[in-house]
């Protein structure tokens, strides 16, 4: 089985960011006509940062990455209104091309405040615009690529926070439904409940083992790896987890700057009976550094075959 590793948004090594922002207080004080300007300078901004991000990571052999999701600034803010997929087509275009031509896996995480199952209808809508937004953006890219959701709110119970969950994704155009993946969260929904609603809807599962360990029932892994992998049949990507370690023991929900090495083997042995090719995303502070301390430790305490410089074979 091969293993590939990946990281989140802004790498550590370079000083770069694609995810400089405009606030909305600043934009009202601004004007629109100034407003918008500084929004397009910051878009430019972005656009180039992330090219030479992309760049970076193929030169250090890492060919899965989650873009982030602020590269557009008040993309998604009902009252800004500002053309941002005919205006930078080239860009678009540019970017989307050098993912596919090193054959990247590149995917998309909106923030917390993208709830699908709220009570609150007026967030339902504006958390479906910001789907929408998102589809868009990596439509403008030609990806095929997937959007991570959690299932979200708890309110009424989890029974009928998945029924709202189903009644609202059931909703969304067909082509955004392909796009969703599901992950299991800290708190609330288990990878039980989790896996129950991607296998009834028929969409992917994103193992979170960090929160796999903060929130479980009594379920082992070993139990549900198999089911879990199985959710990806129709996508044409391998499988994909999330892999953190803690923090502290306080702050068991917080991710820690790098990963345990000796907890992620023990995770490999549990699951290695699959036999099953997936892609690990790194979620660590320290980014790409953590990725690479990993691979270090790895290659120390395991006879593991190394493919590439972030690939290797178990």
Known sequence: ???????????V?????????????????????????????????NFEALMEILKYNVRNDIY??????????????????????????????TIGAYIKKYKMR?????????????????????????LEFYQNMLSALHLDSVLILHIGSGAGGKKEAMKRFETNFRK????????????????????????SLCEKLNIPMVLDYHHYKCNHKQEKIEDYIGR????????????????????NKKEKRSHHEYINSDDFIT???KIRFTNQDFDV??????????????????????????????TFLL
């Not at 502070?285 to 410089?309: G, H, P």
Request: hydrophobic fraction near 35%; include cysteine; glycine fraction near 2%.
């Open 1 to 11: 089985m091969q293993i590939r590793f990946g990281y989140v948004a802004l790498p």
């Open 13 to 45: 090594s370079i000083p770069l960011t694609s995810s400089s922002t405009v606030t909305y207080s600043h934009y009202q004080k601004l004007g629109q006509k100034r407003g918008n300007e500084k929004i397009h300078q910051t878009i430019l901004s």
């Open 64 to 93: 899965f990455y989650r873009m982030t999701c602020n590269l557009i600034p008040l993309g998604t803010h009902p009252d800004v209104h500002y053309e941002v997929w005919k205006r930078y087509q080239k860009e678009w275009d």
């Open 106 to 130: 590149v995917d998309l995480h909106p923030d917390q405040f993208c709830v699908l199952n709220s009570t609150n209808p007026i967030v339902v809508e504006h958390t479906i615009k910001i």
């Open 172 to 195: 969304l155009q067909p082509k955004l439904q392909k796009m969703i993946v599901l992950e299991n969260d800290d708190k609330i929904f288990t990878i039980r409940n989790t896996l």
């Open 228 to 247: 879990i992998f199985a959710t990806w049949k129709d996508r044409p990507e391998n499988p994909k987890i999330h892999m953190s370690s803690p923090k």
């Open 267 to 269: 995770f490999l042995e």
């Open 281 to 310: 995303m790194i979620e660590a502070k320290m980014k790409e550094e953590a990725l690479f301390r990993l691979i270090r430790e790895l290659k120390y305490k395991k006879e593991y075959k190394f493919v590439n410089s972030t």
